[in-house]
């Protein structure tokens, strides 16, 4: 029996899905409820199991988009593992050939080339002033030829008293030294002003052969993040305050208890927990904070479901803690991790992600000291936490070191003004520096 594998209806809009991997291979025996592939949409990761138990033949490749109820496979519950594997013939090996040379042929001996003896290259006698004369004068005495060298002479015209009509040094006497006729001479100019030259630009350096770049696809999660971010910041009018607020009071108090609370919850005490109960109370004593903007209308949320911005590997995501305001923060430390767990494993699901009405963002995780985070789209404000840094601050008129936090507050001013996202920001800066009051909600 053949149970076909197709692509489930993973959430409302959602047309099409990525096969992001096969946990499973072609050929590879299943059981049932093991996990066959992980879609990745849209909005999050989806896990695809088997309904039955058998050998697995898959239909799709990894990276391929296909649409909602599309057949990526099947599985064979009548095949057993590796069955539908056929064994390959051995081919068979042909007799060696073995090479018969004739009697009567006569290997051809190829005579090696001769290398060419090239000839000697012809010597040339450095010209000399006697080159410029119209007159052979090789046959006269060396201090005639020396003179005439010299002095540059021309000759052409003197009759020699010597033997055989041979030049003497006494039929030099009289001629004018003379440059020789086929060498004008030069004009000397003046030399031109030193003109100074650019200094010349580096040479491009030689692309290394090992500088590659590579290109892959963005995965559906990707583009869906930053066409959010982008229509975020083309349809609200974001704008960010900040604050700063003094940990001390929260640090002595996770110091004093924290042994306690790992003991009884199993869970380390954070400071989200801290920020998540003080948004809260800043939230309920501003409303429009917790609201949106639809169309001419503007909603108020009246409950509070805070998502929480966790760094994965394919992205930021937003898990969302709900009705937070109805839980403690043990409960609230528990969710935060629950859902980072299953967000960095891929198992995130969209009800996680769906209904916040308000996001913190907690960059000082990653060393951040302050930043201006982008709104989650509807929602109306995102509170930016940072990195806690000892600065010297004025205390009672007195200069002490203590631990400070920028808090960085991004708003939709379409809805929220600027008095109130100061007052939201200061509400909640009272609420840390003063855990007391979180307890008793004022």
């Known amino acids: 029996m053949k149970t076909q594998i197709k692509i489930p209806a993973v959430g409302e809009s959602i047309n099409e899905a990525t096969i992001s991997q096969w946990v499973k291979k072609n050929g590879e025996s299943v059981k049932r409820d093991d996990v066959l592939l992980i879609l990745e949409t849209d909005k999050a990761s989806v896990e695809v199991v088997a309904e039955s138990d058998g050998v697995l033949a898959t239909k799709a490749k990894e990276g391929e988009t296909v649409a909602i109820g599309a057949i990526v496979g099947e599985i064979d519950s009548d095949v057993a593992a590796g069955a539908s594997a056929k064994p390959t013939a051995k081919p068979s090996t042909p007799p060696p050939v073995t090479e018969v040379k004739s009697a009567s042929a006569k290997p051809t001996s190829t005579p090696p080339p001769t290398k060419a003896t090239p000839p000697p290259p012809p010597t040339t006698a450095p010209l000399s002033a006697a080159a410029f004369t119209t007159r052979d004068i090789s046959a006269s005495g060396p201090a005639v030829r020396r003179i005439v060298e010299e002095q540059g002479l021309q000759i052409s015209g003197v009759s020699g008293t010597g033997k055989d009509g041979r030049l003497t040094k006494g039929d030099l006497l009289g001629l004018k030294q003379s440059p020789a006729p086929t060498s004008a001479p030069v004009p000397v100019s003046a030399p031109a002003p030193a003109v100074a030259r650019p200094t010349p630009l580096p040479q491009a350096r030689a692309v290394d052969a090992e500088q590659t770049s590579t290109r892959e696809p963005m995965s559906k999660l990707r583009q869906t993040i930053a066409k959010r971010l982008v229509e975020a910041q083309h349809n ?32 380390n005490l954070g400071f989200m927990g801290f920020f998540v109960k003080a948004a809260i109370e800043a939230l309920k004593a501003f409303p429009r904070v917790n609201g949106l903007i639809d169309g001419t209308d503007i909603v108020f949320n009246h409950f509070y479901n805070i998502g929480i911005a966790v760094g994965t590997e394919k992205g930021l995501l937003v898990p969302v803690v709900r009705d937070a305001d109805r839980l403690s923060i043990a409960d609230v430390e528990l969710s935060i991790k629950h859902y980072a767990e299953k967000a960095r494993a891929g198992k995130i699901s969209l009800e996680d992600l769906s209904a916040g009405t308000f996001t913190i963002s907690n960059g000082g995780v990653y060393g951040s000291l302050l930043s201006t985070p982008i709104l989650n789209p509807p929602q109306s404000a995102i509170l930016g936490l940072h990195k806690i840094e000892e600065r010297p601050v004025a205390v009672q008129g007195k200069i002490e070191i203590r631990p400070m936090m920028y808090v960085a507050l991004s708003y939709d001013h379409r809805i929220i003004d600027g008095a109130e996202s100061v007052s939201f920001l200061v509400k909640i800066k009272d609420g840390i520096e003063d855990p007391a009051r979180l307890l008793i909600e004022i």
């Open 236 to 267: 609200a009018a974001i704008l960010t305050t900040f604050n700063e607020i003094d940990m001390s009071a929260v640090m002595a108090l996770r110091a004093k208890y924290k042994d306690k609370f790992k003991e009884r919850y199993g869970i």
